[in-house]
């Protein structure tokens, strides 16, 4: 089978890019080794995305926010805080002009509405799930995958450009030749729903522990989604914690800001590490979301990030389709766009994660001033609810409501 663009990984970003493709005049193969409805599908699991608002315009624009929307919360009211401190700061979307800062949603929803949007947009879009690519070939004239299926049908596919939606452990990254640098947190996230005694009022709580960072974010049902980030040694202990003793242990940690914790739901646990490509594309290959940068989830930037990757990438294949979609012009021209981008979120999170995580003498006092200073100052809060926005360069066109192909 020849087509002009295999996506390797249909999770959250790679069916987005396979949804913006839509329409394009390109022949589009997703390639996807786990069923979305399946409890073993690691997209599409027991955690929580928060969304920003340009990633809502995204899937505004891709036709599937009215299908999202429903199930998610809004975030009227971030609180920062740094446990044992002084200092905390509170941003209020009605005081920057915005409905909400973003919204949270389940990994679960968002992929089963992709998926579902994908089997009805079969023109031009061909799926195949589940299945994987066995191999991967790539020279100048392009890529060549093997594709096998669950019950083991090979079919031999080749590619003007191969798309790395594959996750940190990309095999079409090292099948491209692309270096990726790991840096281990030593922090284990562990999620989990966790109900209190009163509905949410919208607020997303990020709490900053001497372990790791605390978030409790706000869900559709009133409950919260927690992402608890500890150490592996202390991760093994608040995971084998019946469920009274978590929420006694969560309640301690977390203080009472939220209301009492009553009730938790299944726990799950993730290990935390900064991979970083050394490069965004190489010959007839690009990488997009966490193939190309795995971040920690402070602050919620990784998704939001992937999936601007996901829009850029359609707009430039979409606006290259009657040339050569793989063509080093075109990749470099998509990486140059989101360069700046990429490099100012992994700048961020990364540095929130080492600010907030230093023990050096005096770093606690400065971090609390910090925190109050920010709470009084109006332009900061405005910089920060932008955030979601990008760090710079050009926004995708879906991201402002336009189609991916400029007109004519």
């Known amino acids: 089978m020849d087509v002009d663009v295999a996506i390797v990984g249909g999770g959250m970003?790679?069916?987005?890019?396979?949804?913006?493709?839509?329409?394009?005049?390109?022949?589009?193969?997703?390639?996807?080794?786990?069923?979305?409805?399946?409890?073993?599908?690691?997209?599409?699991?027991?955690?929580?995305?928060?969304?920003?608002?340009?990633?809502?315009?995204?899937?505004?624009?891709?036709?599937?926010?009215?299908?999202?929307?429903?199930q998610t919360a809004a975030i009227r009211t971030i609180h920062v805080s740094d446990a044992g401190r002084f200092g905390f700061a509170r941003l209020r979307a009605a005081e920057q002009g915005i409905d909400s800062f973003g919204?949270?949603?389940?990994?679960?929803?968002?992929?089963?509405?992709?998926?579902r949007k994908l089997s009805q947009a079969r023109e031009g879009l061909v799926l195949r799930m589940p299945a994987r690519a066995e191999s991967i070939e790539i020279d100048a004239q392009g890529a060549r995958l093997r594709v096998v299926s669950d019950v083991g049908e090979r079919e031999e596919v080749q590619a003007r450009l191969v798309v790395a939606a594959d996750g940190a452990h990309s095999s079409v990254?090292?099948?491209?030749?692309?270096?990726?640098?790991?840096?281990?947190?030593?922090?284990?996230?562990?999620?989990?729903?966790?109900a209190t005694d009163h509905p949410h009022d919208g607020t997303a709580y990020e709490r900053f522990t001497p372990s790791g960072p605390l978030a409790v974010l706000p869900l559709h049902d009133g409950s919260y989604g927690v992402i608890?980030?500890?150490?592996?040694?202390?991760?093994?202990?608040?995971?084998?914690?019946?469920?009274?003793?978590?929420?006694?242990?969560?309640q301690a940690r977390f203080g009472w800001r939220a209301g009492r914790f009553v009730r938790v739901g299944r726990?799950?646990?993730?290990?935390?590490?900064?991979t970083?490509?050394?490069?965004?594309?190489?010959?007839?290959?690009?990488?997009?979301?966490?193939?190309?940068?795995?971040?920690?989830?402070?602050?919620?930037?990784?998704?939001?990030?992937?999936?601007?990757?996901?829009?850029?990438?359609?707009?430039?294949?979409?606006?290259?389709?009657?040339?050569d979609v793989g063509a080093p012009a075109v990749l470099k021209r998509f990486a140059d766009w989101r360069a700046v981008d990429r490099g100012g979120?992994?700048?961020?999170?990364?540095?929130?994660?080492?600010?907030?995580?230093?023990?050096?003498?005096?770093?606690?006092?400065?971090?609390?001033?910090?925190?109050?200073?920010?709470?009084?100052?109006?332009?900061?809060?405005?910089?920060?609810?932008?955030?979601?926005?990008?760090?710079?360069?050009?926004?995708?066109?879906?991201?402002?409501?336009?189609?991916?192909?400029?007109?004519?």
């Open 228 to 250: 608890w980030s500890c150490r592996p040694a202390d991760a093994t202990k608040v995971l084998s914690l019946d469920d009274n003793t978590y929420l006694r242990e969560l």
């Open 345 to 408: 979120v992994i700048r961020f999170t990364d540095g929130l994660v080492k600010l907030f995580g230093s023990e050096r003498p005096g770093m606690s006092l400065l971090r609390n001033l910090g925190l109050l200073i920010f709470d009084v100052t109006p332009p900061a809060k405005s910089a920060l609810a932008r955030v979601s926005a990008g760090f710079g360069g050009p926004s995708p066109r879906l991201a402002r409501g336009l189609p991916v192909r400029e007109a004519s």
């Open 13 to 70: 970003v790679g069916a987005s890019l396979a949804l913006a493709l839509r329409g394009v005049a390109v022949r589009v193969l997703l390639i996807e080794g786990v069923a979305p409805s399946s409890d073993s599908q690691p997209s599409f699991d027991d955690r929580t995305t928060a969304l920003g608002n340009a990633s809502r315009r995204i899937f505004e624009s891709l036709g599937v926010w009215s299908d999202i929307a429903p």
């Open 103 to 115: 919204y949270v949603v389940a990994n679960r929803v968002l992929g089963n509405v992709l998926w």
């Open 267 to 274: 726990r799950a646990s993730y290990p935390l590490k900064l």
């Open 276 to 323: 970083r490509a050394a490069a965004t594309f190489a010959t007839r290959a690009v990488l997009i979301g966490n193939a190309a940068q795995a971040l920690h989830p402070v602050a919620g930037q990784g998704f939001n990030l992937g999936l601007r990757d996901a829009a850029m990438l359609a707009e430039v294949i979409a606006n290259a389709a009657e040339a």
């Open 173 to 194: 990254r090292v099948a491209a030749d692309i270096d990726a640098g790991v840096e281990d947190y030593d922090q284990v996230a562990i999620v989990a729903n966790v």
